[in-house]
């Protein structure tokens, strides 16, 4: 199991953390690869904090627990970053993703001395210019892939133009704007430290 | 042909996929394997996506259910079928549990094959018209997405309400993943349903782990379902006008004994129609079931046996133990009524150290459930191997590798021993 990949989530209830590791594991599983994606499920309401998990692999996934050292985090909220321990377990070869507008000296102080690499993305302002509304999952769908490298961008971009064609057959308006926010998404990661 | 709008409980992806003929041609035909047909379909569903799935293709006649979570979205994706006219099923939306287990009851009663699917107190509020299904010898298929009885109010996974039926008469199948919930579910009339059986049976999963876990899975076209499971003609049904007859008398002292002698009987015949049944799917689809099944167990010195998702956790740390030199193995137990009590104790007959793990506590002081069966086997079979009862995963409590592999270790500890101490013991309870 040295190839299989573990992600996990850190979002708000209503953000859609859920839904883009399900559409991870979609795009995973479109590129020939086994997948799990599940939630974790607790009280669930609007802006509480809610974890969600993908495993993807090269070969049958067994396990059937939690991610507890995974190989990669996704931030969806920053504001989460005082309240919730996102690098718990969070293995130092791996990374961290955060939707912010902080940079990476600030960032030091919340990831309480993370040694791994921390990459960031504005998806409030990606999300904004494409679809004129917040919706920070696609975004960061694109993030975690550019910086997971769990498959090739232009086979990612080519297999979402895909889904989404499938996602929004009554409405094909947002095509487009879901098709830029992952293409710009893609370009604006970047690595802080 | 019509497209539904299969949604996932956390996504709006419109799923249409999977039952778009149109779109079959991504078959993938090297992914079963050694079947004498390989085709299948390659997908990725939830465990409530496989089993509602599944229903769709078995294409029953009735189908009466109330929801709770977490098989709420069994009937939910059912209802959209019969919605979009992709199955003949009469839908029944039903006030309450005892009332969808009735519905079945009637349906069946009259001629019809009937399924439905619960949770937990779901099927606590079920459990009076459960003991009436399987005594007047329905073969009703139930999906049990398995849920912590209250109270305290819980939600998500353990086996308590399975075991709070295991007496009742129902042929149990436990599913370590989405696909065995599949396939399970495709072998079940065929079980349920035959001469020398004509017991009900439910299909168990674990709720949430698998139940809302996106996974691979193989799917089978329509058409080979619809040939395997084939159509059901009971012998004796109320609605034929040509035998009138009574269902469900009061049965007093003259013969209620020989009755249940009778379900008893029945039940040990399930026995060999599932290997049968079994047999005949593993034809169709390279994938073999039996009673259990033994992984790695062959030659090892300490095993755990244990039912549904955990399993798979427990291989992956039969393999790690494995490359350290250790001699694990796993018994995962996929049929648990009728108990393989004989054969279960055969294959344990070796090792020197075995933990039986409950998803369920008795409350009794004196192991699970499962413990007491599998030791009660050994006994009975003449089997002396030191046995452990872990109670582990109520209420959802996480199991992890670590605790699978803690087990193991205990089990090393204990092999070394002539007698088992403190057999009675936790996995994964806080003891601050």
Known sequence: ?193 | MKREQYTNSFSNIERAKIVDKNEQKGCVPNCAKKGEDTMSIRERLSGNEAAATAMKQINPDVVAAFPITPSTEIPQYFSTFVDNGMVDTEFIAVESEHSAMSACIGAEAAGARAMTATSANGLSLMWEMVYIASGMRLPIVMSLVNRAVSGPLNIHNDHSDAMGVRDSGWIMLFSETNQEAYDNLLMAHRIAENEKVQLPLMVCQDGFITSHSIENIELLEDEKVKEFVGEYHPKHYLLNAKEPMAMGPMDLQAFLFEHKYQQAEAMKNAKQVILDVAKDFEKMTGRSYGLFEEYKLEDADIAIVCMNSTAGTTKDVVDALREQGIKAGLLKVRVFRPFPAEEIAKALSHVKAVAVLDKADSLNGAGGALFTDVTSGMQTNNVTVPTASYIYGIGGRDTTSKEIESVFKDLMKDSKKDKIENPYRYLGLRKE
């Open chain 1, 1 to 193: 199991m040295s190839n299989m990949i573990e992600i996990r989530w850190h979002g708000r209830g209503g953000q859609g953390a859920k839904t883009a590791s399900l559409l991870l594991a979609d795009a995973a599983f479109n590129t020939g690869k086994y997948i799990q994606g599940f939630p974790e499920y607790g009280p669930e309401r609007m802006g509480a904090p809610i974890t969600a998990y993908n495993r993807i692999s090269d070969t049958q996934i067994r396990i059937h627990s939690n991610i507890y050292e995974p190989d990669y985090v996704v931030v969806v909220d920053d504001t989460l970053l005082e309240s919730v321990d996102v690098t718990a377990g969070l293995k130092k070869e791996g990374a961290i993703v955060i939707n912010t507008t902080k940079d990476g000296e600030q960032l030091k102080k919340l990831l309480k001395g993370y040694e791994g690499k921390v990459y960031t993305i504005d998806a409030r302002k990606v999300s904004m210019e494409t679809l004129g509304k917040y919706f920070p999952n696609t975004p960061m769908l694109a993030a975690i892939v550019k910086v997971s490298g769990i498959m090739k961008e232009d086979e990612f971009v080519k297999d979402m133009e895909g889904s989404f064609k499938h996602k929004f057959a009554k409405k094909p308006e947002v095509i487009d704007g879901n098709m830029k926010a992952l293409k710009m998404a893609l370009e604006e990661v970047k690595q802080v430290s």
